[in-house]
């Protein structure tokens, strides 16, 4: 089974609007990395979360992770179409090096 | 952050060669990663390269397939060997810089024929 599962798989939103996307995992995270990916090209670093309850945000990005730091959510406020693409979490499950699990990844496409 | 820059940013290879991707930063880091983005897939992590030691690789993947060097702490080649359509992927660096912040370059997208 896949050890961070990401929700929604895609998601369609009209400019303008908010959205909230997860990622959750069955055990304890030691670091939780959001990160944007354009279509076959790198990966764009957002925000890095360690602390239970921590809170993050970049621009109209704030990412949250929760107090038993094994849920993480993204929410983006008034979206815009330069928010489209494919939204990665990674983690840091062992806290004994930085190698990185990651989801499947969210496309979200937002409609002008 | 940091400036990481990979070459080739894309390449259409034949079955049975090999292709090696540099990776180059624009300041010294210890730690570095090669990870693999197969196509609608996510990331999965092929080794981590330190400088002066030997790669360590994932389960799955072995020296002989995916050799590494890191000769300098700005610089790391990992080339795929003896290639097959199946090794088709985005193949992506990443270097950690200050406190667990990890930065990915842009990635060498490779087509093996």
């Known amino acids: 089974s896949q050890e961070l599962e990401q929700s929604p798989q895609s998601l369609i939103v009209q400019e303008g609007k908010n959205l909230t996307i997860n990622c959750t995992s069955s055990?304890?995270?030691?670091?939780l990395y959001w990160y944007k990916q354009k279509y076959g090209e790198g990966l764009i670093f957002l925000m890095m979360?360690?602390?239970?309850?921590e809170e993050k945000s970049h621009e109209k990005i704030t990412a949250k992770l929760d107090e038993k730091k094994q849920q993480s959510s993204l929410h983006i406020t008034a979206s815009q179409p330069s928010h489209a693409g494919i939204y990665l979490c990674?983690?840091?499950?062992?806290?004994?090096?930085?190698?990185?699990?990651f989801g499947k990844g969210i496309t979200l496409s937002v409609r002008p | 952050s940091a400036v990481i820059s990979q070459k080739p940013s894309r390449d259409i290879c034949q079955r049975g060669t090999s292709l090696t991707i540099q990776c180059q930063v624009d300041?010294?880091?210890?730690?570095m990663f090669w990870y693999r983005q197969q196509p609608g897939q996510s990331l999965t992590l092929i080794a981590t390269?330190?400088?002066?030691?030997?790669?360590?690789?994932e389960s799955g993947f072995v020296i002989d397939k995916f050799p590494i060097s890191r000769p300098n702490l700005t610089f790391s080649t990992l080339t795929v060997s003896n290639m097959s359509p199946e090794d088709s992927s985005i193949y992506l660096c990443?270097?950690?810089?200050?406190?667990?912040?990890?930065?990915f370059g842009p990635g060498t997208r490779l087509t093996v024929l």
């Open positions: 390269a330190n400088q002066g030691s030997e790669a360590t690789y």
């Open positions: 990443s270097v950690e810089l200050g406190y667990n912040e990890q930065f």
């Open positions: 979360l360690q602390k239970g309850g």
């Open positions: 055990k304890t995270l030691y670091g």
């Open positions: 300041s010294q880091v210890t730690m």
């Open positions: 990674g983690a840091d499950m062992s806290g004994a090096n930085s190698k990185l699990t």
